[in-house]
């Protein structure tokens, strides 16, 4: 009986490593502003307007009088995954856990949408219509011969989201996900030191929440040898209606309910936010000459708290499993004793988790030539090593933490659950081009290399960030001496290959391939693997039209 239990000890974890929030280097400066969408959002040294209250607060000193601007940025979001045998998959090599059996494998591609968290609601997918629109607001005020400018605006400086259908094949690494941070109030100022330098900040105060639904399954071996033993002991006839053999009954039941590798164990939901998260970000901008500028803008972290709830509900099939087990002698006696689940339906409760928001920095030039040529370069810095994990904290005892703590003491204990995550920081780059093509209209071209701050082993199909290019165009209209209209498109894609490691790996050890997030397959890598021993391909394309108008009142 003993062989039973830990793969249902390495289900909490396979559970709670699910609810990790998709990001990375790829989230950050996106869909923000317009002018700075349409130059690969190298504008550190190249003021966009009241949005430099993200960008570089500095750059508030050029808007003159009382401004407001009103922007719309609509983003469409398509995820797909595709899974596989590996090449030279031999499957009467397969063992205990037959990988070509995985029903992925007939499900076709999976294919998700954007989404977003409503605060109150949850998480909504935008189904109907797979194009989500980011509205931003705000205002500035410079007093008559003042070198101070005042402003403010609403905005969200991380929305990341997705949802899927019920029988996507990607459903085990988040049905739906959502990860935002929405900034509801942002004074901010910029001062004119003097002609040629000028300093700013904006003090944030912010709506941070993370939000997961995800069915649940946990394939490994040790499941597979349960598996077996229902078939050896025909405790279900060939359409899986149970047969009433259970040979080693009242000793030990193994034939409560259908349980196998490829087997849903249910459904995840899992929702916490913060309503205030302050942060705050300062900027400098020199410009000594009319063909050359140089901009600095930092963001600093935020160590959020975030509190919520979790909802866990298993299948009929699984909770009858332990609901028989645990009335057979051993299984009374081992469930006391490794404190097994004792065959509830659901259980739910109050879940924290304490999430930095990351610092950034970044430098910026700007270089005019011929009068009407203009060139701007970018570098930025995001400190994702502080995602190095999370820490789950649970109000009360919760049954299935229990049973993990005996694997992963390190990692567990009766209220708690750490996740490894190991991000990296990383520095990426950004160009902007723009052409006078006369005193209205400014034509502007952007690219942006965007590096991933999730290393080779950590990739996913809930996070499928891996190396962007982002190409975007767009244009500048004075349409008056007061009123300046900007339009943007953009395109982005990153596709990520995560071959599955050869079928001789876990003898040797070695996994040269693979990522502990998706398709690690090895006696004890049940923690966050739910496609083991599978090729996966991932392809995540988004494209964004945006447009902002800014005015005088």
């Not at 709670?16 to 923000?32: V, Y």
């Not at 916490?272 to 901009?295: C, I, K, Q, R, Y």
Request: net charge negative; charged share 20%; with cysteine.
């Amino acid at each position: 009986m003993k062989r039973a239990f830990p793969w249902r000890a390495a289900l909490p974890l396979a559970i709670m490593a699910a609810t990790l929030p998709a990001h990375g280097q790829l989230a950050q400066n996106l869909f923000l502003d317009t002018k700075a969408m349409s130059l690969g959002n190298a504008v550190t040294a190249d003021p966009t307007g009241i949005m430099d209250i993200h960008f570089n607060p500095a750059g508030l000193t050029k808007l003159d009088g009382r401004q407001w601007q009103l922007q719309a940025m609509n983003v469409y979001l398509s995820a797909t995954t595709r899974f596989a045998l590996p090449d030279g998959y031999d499957p009467d090599e397969s063992g205990l856990l037959p990988i070509h059996e995985d029903p992925v494998l007939q499900e076709g591609d999976g294919e998700a949408s954007a989404a977003a968290y409503i605060p109150g609601y949850g998480i909504m997918p935008m189904n109907m219509l797979p194009i989500l629109t980011l509205p931003t607001g705000g205002i500035s005020i410079k007093p008559p011969g003042s070198k101070f400018t005042f402003a403010n605006a609403v905005y969200a400086p991380m929305a990341a989201g997705f949802a899927k259908d019920d029988d996507d094949p990607g459903r085990y690494q988040a049905k739906q996900v959502a990860l935002q941070r929405f900034t509801y109030l942002s004074p901010s100022f910029g001062y004119q030191v003097t002609d040629e330098f000028s300093v700013g900040a904006s003090f944030l105060f912010s709506h941070q929440a993370v939000s997961v639904v995800q069915d649940i399954r946990a394939p490994s071996v040790l499941i597979g040898v349960l598996e077996e033993l229902q078939d050896a002991f025909g405790c279900f006839d060939e359409n899986g209606a149970p047969t009433g053999n259970d040979p080693l009954a009242p000793l030990v039941t193994l034939c409560g309910g259908d349980v196998g590798p490829y087997d849903d164990v249910g459904e995840l939901r899992l929702s916490t936010e913060e309503s205030l998260s302050p942060s705050f970000n300062v900027g400098l901008l020199w410009e000594p000459n009319d063909w050359f500028a140089f901009g600095l803008g930092y963001q600093s972290e935020a160590v959020s708290r975030l509190k919520g709830t979790y909802e866990l509900e298993y299948t009929p099939e699984f909770a009858d499993f332990f609901r028989s087990f645990r009335s057979s002698i051993i299984g009374a006696i081992g469930g006391a004793i490794f404190s097994l689940p004792t065959g509830v339906r659901k259980e739910s409760g109050n879940v924290s988790v304490e999430m930095t928001y990351p610092q950034h920095l970044q430098l910026g030039t700007k270089f005019r030539f011929w009068d009407r040529y203009q060139l701007n370069v970018d570098a930025g810095w995001t400190d994702f090593e502080k995602w190095d994990s999370l820490k789950f904290e649970f109000d009360r005892q919760v049954s299935f933490l229990s049973t993990a703590k005996t694997l992963a003491p390190g990692l567990v204990t009766d209220t708690t659950l750490k996740q490894t995550l190991g991000y990296r920081s990383v520095w990426s780059w950004g160009f902007g081009f723009q052409y006078d093509l006369n005193s209205r209209i400014k034509l502007r071209l952007g690219y942006e290399p965007r590096e991933t701050s999730i290393p080779k082993d950590a990739r996913s199909a809930q996070a499928p960030l891996g190396f962007a290019r982002l190409y975007s165009v767009g244009m500048g209209y004075q349409w008056d001496m007061d009123t300046v209209i900007d339009l943007s498109l953009s395109f982005m894609q990153s596709a990520e290959s995560i071959k599955a490691d050869p079928q001789e790996a876990e003898q040797a050890g070695d996994y040269p391939n693979s990522s502990n997030a998706i398709n690690r397959n090895c006696l004890t890598c049940t923690v966050s693997n739910p496609y083991p021993g599978l090729d996966v391909d991932t392809e995540l394309t988004i494209g964004s039209a945006g447009i902002s108008f800014r005015t005088k009142f």
